[in-house]
């Protein structure tokens, strides 16, 4: 997804790098991505949840709160897992392999280009 970004920012706009590119191939990394954020967010509200708990001081009504947080996103996190396991299924039956974009080094490797400091993109810069 960067790729077709930073291909954009050098040819023109999205749509004409997305043109590049077939139909099956963005659906497939739309659904990956979509999994992958879903899941980040998950574990990031388990997060959330369980500092609430740490700071709720005893009061029932914060801890009742701070549980169901973390009841929610534990639920959440499921119905990802279970999510990637039917768009796998369903993708197979379809031609589509969806699995394979679900990569975390490829995920680490994006993160990384997107934060890193030396871009000459107009990005902020510490010097």
């Known amino acids: 997804m960067f790729d077709l970004l930073s291909l954009a920012a050098n040819t023109g706009s999205v749509l004409d790098v997305a043109q590049n590119y077939d139909a099956i191939e963005i659906i497939n990394r739309g659904l990956a991505y979509g999994i992958i954020v879903a899941g980040f967010l998950s574990v990031v509200f388990v997060f959330f949840g369980g500092i609430s708990f740490i700071l709720s001081g005893g009061d029932d009504a914060k801890i009742k709160t701070a549980i169901s ?3 929610y996103a534990i639920i959440g996190l499921i119905i990802t897992l279970t999510a ?6 369903i993708g197979k039956a379809m031609g589509l392999n969806v699995i394979q974009y679900i990569n975390l080094g490829e995920i680490f490797d994006l993160i990384g280009e997107v934060t890193s400091t030396g871009s000459s993109s107009g990005g902020l810069s510490l010097d």
């Open 69 to 71: 947080t973390i009841r």
């Open 84 to 89: 990637v396991i039917i768009v796998g299924f």
